[in-house]
């Protein structure tokens, strides 16, 4: 499982979409505060501040009454994590691991990361989505200023699968690398699609090892037929998904793409990704840039198929980082992630072929400069192997 398994389909789960910090962090910490047995958290980003201040209150307190709680925190994205919570944390029975530390010998293998982003609490409930636990997804104390992000809410059998893509991750992240594992022979078979409500499929990506998160992606928007709504902070995908995004568009397919606006933590990526933008305009693709905060969201919409979690689908996440996402088929979830798609739509600035052109010079430069670089770079890492 660690690089290659796929997981099926399974029936009889419910889903609840919680949009931003505010509404999301605050049933998260309840459901470790009624935790009984096992906590198990997987996270990129961890830093200190508020939102990790009232993280730790829960965590700690479920440690001291008996329940076994374990971290697994990138070992790159938990650097702004101080030593003292570190050794709070190892003080009161929580178990710490970290993935891929760095280090001078590896050279680009710190590259890879862990990307996930994971909530399991006795088995009973999960959550799944994009947030970190650092101040730019929630202040407590000031509600109003935060990443715009989601996470989704789970309950039922699919809980399993989650736990053993933990639990799996939890043992390897000290013994195997995984650019020690063989590249595989072929892609993945990914489940066929099923029709029905409360179904649930763990998608995930182990680097180049394993990818059936894309596979799965491109399977459905090559099959779509209303609709594609594909929501992502660092626009950068693969050749394949932006052509299956132009063949839908020109085969009448909704296709709708909601990226960042100026509001980026990474600017330069959001200047190598609009070079997409020219060709995608001309078949037909809509583009939205969200104007309210940085959207951090990492959710597609085909037809009623939904996918929600870590993965950016860009060619540099699927090179190096270990993703997951859920993948649903559920009426309520769907109706869910379409309302919030479209009060992002509103809440956003349409950019059509005649503005892109009419951009003032210097932005045209900031592009080309950009997108010159991560062309460049892809180039040499694919000479690379």
């Not at 994590?81 to 944390?89: E, L």
């Not at 499929?201 to 928007?221: K, T």
Request: glycine residues 6%; proline residues 5%; aromatic residues 10%.
């Amino acid at each position: 499982m660690l690089a290659g398994a796929v997981f099926p389909w399974r029936s009889d789960n419910q889903f609840r979409l919680l949009i931003d910090g505010p509404e999301f962090f605050p049933p998260m910490l309840d459901a470790i505060e009624r935790a009984e047995r096992r906590v198990d958290l997987e996270l990129y980003l961890v830093e200190d501040g508020a939102c990790l201040d009232r993280l730790l209150e829960p965590l700690l307190r479920a440690a001291a009454r008996g329940v076994r709680v374990r971290c697994l925190f990138d070992g790159f994205g938990c650097l702004k994590m101080s030593q003292a919570n570190r050794d709070r944390m190892t003080a009161a029975g929580v178990e710490l691991r970290l993935y891929n530390p760095l280090s001078l010998r590896l050279r680009l293998r710190n590259l890879h990361r862990d990307h996930r982003k994971l909530l399991l609490v006795d088995g009973c409930i999960g959550y799944v989505g994009g947030t970190g636990v650092t101040d730019e997804f929630w202040r407590p104390d000031e509600p109003d200023v935060h990443w715009h992000e989601v996470m989704v809410e789970m309950t039922g059998p699919l809980l399993q699968d989650w736990q053993d893509l933990f639990d799996t991750q939890w043992v390897h992240c000290l013994k195997r690398r995984i650019w020690q594992l063989p590249l595989p022979s072929g892609a993945p078979r990914i489940p066929v699609l099923p029709s029905g409500s409360g179904l649930g499929r763990v998608a995930y990506a182990a680097a180049r090892q394993h990818r059936d998160i894309l596979h799965s992606l491109l399977r459905n928007l090559r099959r779509a037929q209303t609709r594609i709504w594909l929501a992502t902070p660092y626009f950068l995908p693969t050749g394949k998904v932006r052509r299956a995004l132009i063949r839908a568009a020109r085969r009448g397919v909704d296709v709708r793409l909601l990226l960042t606006s100026r509001n980026t933590d990474h600017p330069p990526v959001r200047y190598a990704g609009q070079r997409f933008y020219p060709r995608l305009l001309r078949a037909g693709v809509r583009i939205h840039e969200y104007q309210p905060h940085f959207s951090h969201l990492k959710m597609v919409l085909v037809d009623d198929w939904v996918s929600v979690g870590s993965c950016n689908f860009d060619h540099w996440n699927l090179r190096w980082n270990l993703e997951a996402n859920l993948e649903a088929i559920d009426a309520a979830l769907s109706a869910q992630v379409q309302a919030c798609f479209e009060r992002d739509f509103q809440d956003s600035i349409e950019i059509d072929i005649k503005s892109w052109y009419a951009r003032p010079l210097h932005l045209r430069l900031y592009q080309r400069m950009w997108g010159w670089l991560d062309r460049l770079l892809v180039n040499i890492f694919n000479r690379g192997g």
